[in-house]
């Protein structure tokens, strides 16, 4: 099993940037791709980021592609979200998940921590 806990989340003005964290725990990830995904109220969860076990591939929405950076510290088990020029539709739960290496569905998933952006 593997436990998976976001911190990094708050309130942000229009324009700021965010780090968010995701500690992994029980087992380690370092084999495992990563990702962040977000959920904002009254939409369903999207994708925001990914990265398989090394740095260099990566892969990004649309929606964040050159303001967002996800990276990896797999010594410490650790996977950061880097959220620059914030804007209020980025407003949303932020969630991490890990899947198995080849594996389709993101089976593990940490509790989410909250990103608002003021206007």
């Known amino acids: 099993q593997v436990q998976l806990v976001e911190s990094g989340g708050g309130l942000v003005q229009d324009g700021g940037s965010l780090r968010l964290s995701c500690a992994a725990s029980?087992?380690?990830?370092?084999?495992?791709?990563m990702g962040w995904f977000r959920q904002a109220p009254g939409r369903e969860r999207e994708f925001v980021a990914a990265i398989l076990y090394n740095q260099l591939h990566t892969r990004y929405a649309d929606s964040v592609k050159g303001r967002f950076t996800i990276s990896r510290d797999n010594a410490r088990n650790t996977v950061y979200l880097q959220m620059n020029s914030l804007k209020p539709e980025d407003t949303a739960v932020y969630y991490c998940?890990?899947?198995?290496?080849?594996?389709?569905?993101?089976?593990?998933w940490g509790q989410g921590t909250q990103v608002t952006v003021s206007s």
């Open positions: 998940a890990s899947k198995l290496r080849g594996a389709e569905e993101w089976i593990y």
């Open positions: 029980g087992r380690t990830v370092s084999a495992n791709p």
